[in-house]
């Protein structure tokens, strides 16, 4: 375990999103192709992602923003192309090498699912600083804060399934972003909610994503939900469209 | 009787996906399994004067056939279990099939009686294969008439056997899968299991303690000149059995919950933890994956108690126990792997059907091996403790029966005396280390479904 990193969320006097530096991208892909078989989902794919800034990827549906972000985030390896993460060109790493990128630098939320159900809300949150050895009572004090942040410090000990979606979504939040990932990566993450749950979570996202500098790539087809992305990407048939 | 007609109940068991055809299967090689065990123990039944002679001491002496009947038809016992667990196979599936036809209009009997017509059907189809491949090996293995038989090759089976078998079987798994079924509430929005998080405790506890009480009290009559008849001493020896089976397999799931409260606040380790907290969410699963094995734990732990007091009690020379005890050893091996298979195949199901949440879990950067050791974790954690419990409580339980002193034939002072019969803590050891080594291996050979269940495009799957 990595001792000097916080575990409690940091606050950045920096206004990250207002930086417009090209060399100050966090993560890029140069022409990603990727098939299901013989179903084309990217073809040929390029976009960077910057330091601190929330990018709204959107597209009609099948147009590949998920298989996008799976390559990005390093769940899918592309058949073409390359992600560089910083210095590392994680496209051709390890299976094990991106998987504990995955839990250390990234975060990842789906639109449901991620939680285990036997868990509770806190052990849910420690997980991820579990796995990297931190000890039970710390990563507990530091999931209890996280919990908070989201507005659901009252739920630790409740288990995902006598949760509200927005609550069961929230603390998912709270899971993705406890080891203070550089890039969060949220594939319709209100698609499973209510309009008014669906903005208190993306307000607290946002919110706590602005707090600590984290880069955050939205998948959404909402035009409200994007919106409150800083940059919109528009995927369609497999390739980044414009930039608007 | 309103409801699908039997036509259309068959028809919509028999429709279904990839899992189904793998539940099917399973229930049919079970049952071809259960057959020819159950046709074997026939044959023995019907060793008549003008058969043999057989080269096995245990087919060739008369008064020792009941006890191979009966080692027989206690194998059938976790081949049935097996099946039953194999109802529940490929669940989440099923379960969607089973809403659609609630929303159809059936009504939760119906959709109960379909998944027995399924498991009937197949068990059916088993019985048949079973029967064939029993006469073939018959036919087979007896080919030299005159010298010793190994087997009972030659003796002729009745046809109220060869149609009782099959009958009995499709009883016996049709019990055993509605009993697999017993909690599950089927509703047009899908199924849920209902399950109870707290477990019984006290009762399975007085079962257990009691039927071993109650087998010390039997044997002391006994050795105190019991007036009463064997039929008597043998169905009470039965009932002490029964209860201390039953308080077992009833008190696993108090056990398991017990193991996952105790490590749940405790442990350090991820793997542990989620292991810990589904023990404590679901300690029937646990329970209902280890009942055939410990089943052949608590008889196991019998089989030594009475082979050490047997080995006490006899010339040590003679080789006819211990050979009689070996071939029950070989049986009761027999019984652990076909036990350690329903492990299998629940593990298996407990993954298959919780793809999604480990899918996400995998994509989140949680190493499969993590998720592997968790599953290892969730069976074998509340196993050991209640194995160690079923082996000493069955060995204990057969000490009280026969007594824990034998009295035997002092050649050098030329006079009865009495000697301890030692408990067999080696042999119970190598038994138990041996047990959890089979569950350990058939637990790991599930996890080879983790990869696929883990793959990334299950996170769209419906949970
Ligand atoms: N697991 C899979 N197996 C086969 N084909 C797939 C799989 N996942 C995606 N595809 C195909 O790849 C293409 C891109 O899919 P993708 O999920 O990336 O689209 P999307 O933009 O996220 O769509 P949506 O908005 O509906 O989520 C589609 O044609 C889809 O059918
Ligand atoms: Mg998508």
Known sequence: MNESQTLAPHHSDQTPHESSNPNDAVLSARGLVYSFGRTPALRGASMNLERGEILAVTGPSGSGKSTLMLCLAGILQPDAGEVAFGSRVISEESESARSQLRRKEFGVLFQFGQLVPELTAIENVALPLMLDGVKRASARTAAATWLERFGVGDLAEVRPTEMSGGQGQRVATARALVAEPKILFADEPTGALDALSGEQVMTQLVRVARDSGTSVVLITHDARIAAYGDRELIVRDGLIEGES | ?463
């Open chain 2, 1 to 463: 009787m309103s409801g699908p007609s039997i036509e259309t109940t068959i028809r919509l068991a028999a429709t279904g996906g990839k899992s189904d055809r793998l539940r099917i299967l399973l229930t049919v090689i079970g049952a071809t399994v259960a057959t020819i065990i159950l046709l074997a123990a026939v044959a023995v039944l019907f060793i008549g004067p003008a058969n043999g002679p057989y080269s096995l001491d245990v087919l060739d002496q008369p008064g020792l056939r009941p006890g191979v009947v009966t080692a027989l038809g206690l194998l059938s016992v976790p081949v049935l279990l097996f099946v039953g667990l194999c109802s529940r196979l490929g669940a989440p599936a099923r379960d969607r099939r089973l809403a659609a036809i609630r929303m159809a209009g059936a009504t939760p009997r119906d959709a109960v009686r379909i998944v027995a017509a399924e498991t009937s059907l197949a068990t059916v189809i088993g019985g048949v294969a079973g029967t064939a491949v029993f006469f073939v090996l018959k036919a087979a293995l007896g080919a030299e008439p005159g010298s010793a038989l190994l087997l009972p090759t030659d003796v002729s089976i009745p046809i109220v056997a060869i149609i009782g078998v099959p009958l009995v079987l499709v009883a016996g798994t049709t019990g055993a899968s509605l009993l697999a079924m017993r909690k599950v509430v089927v509703s047009p929005f899908g199924v849920t299991r209902s399950m109870s998080t707290k477990p019984p405790r006290v009762a399975p506890a007085i079962l257990f303690v009691g039927g071993s009480l109650g087998l010390a009290v039997l044997g002391a009559s006994i050795r105190g000149g019991s007036e009463a008849s064997d039929l008597v001493l043998g169905a009470a020896g039965a009932i002490g059995f029964l209860a201390m089976a039953g308080g077992l397999i009833a008190g696993s799931a108090s056990i398991a919950s017990g193991t996952g409260r105790l490590l749940a606040n405790r442990v350090q380790s991820p793997a542990l933890l989620i292991a810990a907290r589904r023990l404590i969410a679901a300690p029937y699963t646990a329970s209902r994956a280890t009942t055939a094995v410990l089943l052949a734990a608590l008889i196991g732990g019998m089989t030594q108690g009475l082979r050490s007091n047997f080995l006490t009690a006899t010339d040590s020379d003679d080789a006819f126990y211990r050979t009689s005890f070996d071939l029950v050893e070989g049986v009761l091996l027999v019984a652990i792997v076909i036990a350690a298979a329903s492990l299998l195949v629940t593990t298996a199901e407990a993954v298959v059907s919780r793809r999604r949440t480990l899918a996400s879990l995998v994509a989140g950067g949680v190493p499969r091996s993590v998720l592997r050791r968790a599953t290892m974790a969730e069976t074998l954690v509340p196993l050991v403790p209640t194995m160690v419990l079923a082996l000493i409580g069955g060995s204990v339980a057969i000490r009280g029966l026969t007594g824990s002193q034998v009295e035997i034939w002092d050649s050098i002072a030329e006079g009865p005396t009495v000697v301890d019969v030692p408990i067999p803590w080696a042999r119970l050891a190598t038994l138990g280390a041996g047990m959890i080594g089979v569950c350990m291996a058939l637990t790991a050979l599930s996890l080879l479904f983790m990869r696929r269940a883990t793959d990334i495009s299950e996170i769209r799957a419906a949970a």
